[in-house]
């Protein structure tokens, strides 16, 4: 018989296991309709990700991230595959916003003659993209506990850097695909600047450097054989084209080091017993030092000579 002998002791059920009371049911209920709450809030940030609304996407994913922290509750958090979803969606809508500028900055006007028509909001808008990509990892790494052993990328404390140990989540940790991501967005922020936007000089000078510490960590993280991060071709090349962007920033500047820095990053990637330059990369090269504003105009021709004979060798 189930239930309680006279001694108050819980008696077992013919199944031999413990019997269970409407209490025990009732917080099996509960239990279920959070996780089933949980999910439905991970698929609507994804759908919503997914269809271009990023901005209610990234809202939604902000208040389910500070409800489960204020919470303490780690399983409330969104799932690896939200954030994912989120980013991809950023880099998407930056993408769109690029190919937009191209048409514009290539369209013939009624007298035949390219017209360059700026839209700094547009560049503006894919800025601010790549800060929110650039959050998005950060709040990866804090919540997952990467930056319970490197330094946080943020540039002062937050709450979530701050949360005891035991709040965090391991399969919140990124993985390569998630520092490519936003190593991209910062590249895409650089390219899409044009050199006559002037107020927007700052953010073209300094988005290289931040891709370029986002490599730094992937480079860093790669030591960890347990971290599964790896740089990649596209880590590298993505950088590369950062700091290339960087020779229209300021034209005709002599102190210009957008080849020299591009050319330390190709060095990396040579360096790199795992993965290897392709024709992609020593393309850019050789555009970047043929394209060099400074006034070395000599070492410039000899340098990408020197890469279009390599190429020549290799991809022959």
Do not use: W
């Given at each position: 018989v189930d239930g309680n002998d006279d001694a108050g002791r819980p008696m077992l059920n013919n199944m031999g296991g413990r019997a269970f009371s409407s209490t025990d049911n009732t917080n099996v209920d509960e239990d279920n309709d959070t996780a089933r709450a949980i999910d439905e809030m991970n698929q609507q940030i994804t759908s919503l990700a997914e269809s271009g609304d990023t901005s209610k996407a990234n809202?939604?994913?902000?208040?389910?991230?500070?409800?489960?922290?204020?919470?303490?509750?780690?399983?409330?958090?969104?799932?690896?595959?939200?954030?994912?979803?989120?980013?991809?969606?950023?880099?998407?809508?930056?993408?769109?916003?690029?190919?937009?500028?191209?048409?514009?900055?290539?369209?013939?006007?009624?007298?035949?003659?390219?017209?360059?028509?700026?839209?700094?909001?547009?560049?503006?808008?894919?800025?601010?993209?790549?800060?929110?990509?650039?959050?998005?990892?950060?709040?990866?790494?804090?919540?997952?506990?990467?930056?319970?052993?490197?330094?946080s990328m943020r540039l002062s404390g937050t709450m979530i850097a701050q949360l005891p140990t035991d709040l965090r989540n391991a399969s919140l940790r990124p993985t390569s695909h998630h520092y490519d991501s936003v190593i991209s967005a910062f590249?895409?922020?650089?390219?899409?600047?044009?050199?006559?936007?002037?107020?927007?000089?700052?953010?073209?000078?300094n988005a290289p450097f931040i891709a370029q510490r986002w490599l730094q960590r992937m480079e860093t993280l790669a030591f960890d054989p347990h971290s599964g991060v790896r740089p990649t071709v596209d880590s590298y090349f993505h950088v590369m084209e950062a700091c290339a962007a960087t020779a229209t920033a300021i034209?005709?500047?002599?102190?210009?080091?957008?080849?020299?820095?591009?050319?330390?990053?190709?060095?990396?990637?040579?360096?790199?017993?795992?993965?290897?330059?392709?024709?992609?990369?020593?393309?850019?090269?050789?555009?970047?030092w043929c394209e060099s504003p400074g006034g070395r105009q000599k070492e410039a021709a000899y340098k990408a000579m020197g890469f279009w004979m390599i190429m020549a060798r290799e991809f022959r």
């Open positions: 809202e939604l994913l902000n208040q389910m991230q500070t409800n489960a922290i204020a919470q303490s509750n780690i399983d409330g958090l969104p799932d690896v595959d939200t954030y994912t979803a989120l980013m991809d969606a950023l880099i998407d809508q930056q993408n769109k916003l690029i190919s937009a500028i191209d048409d514009n900055n290539n369209h013939d006007g009624a007298n035949g003659e390219k017209v360059a028509e700026k839209d700094d909001g547009k560049t503006v808008t894919i800025t601010t993209l790549a800060g929110k990509t650039h959050d998005l990892l950060i709040q990866m790494e804090d919540l997952s506990g990467v930056s319970d052993h490197y330094s590249a895409n922020a650089t390219n899409s600047i044009t050199s006559s936007a002037h107020e927007n000089d700052n953010a073209k000078k034209p005709n500047d002599k102190q210009c080091k957008a080849a020299s820095l591009t050319q330390s990053i190709f060095d990396k990637l040579s360096a790199n017993t795992n993965i290897y330059p392709t024709a992609r990369e020593y393309r850019l090269m050789i555009r970047t």
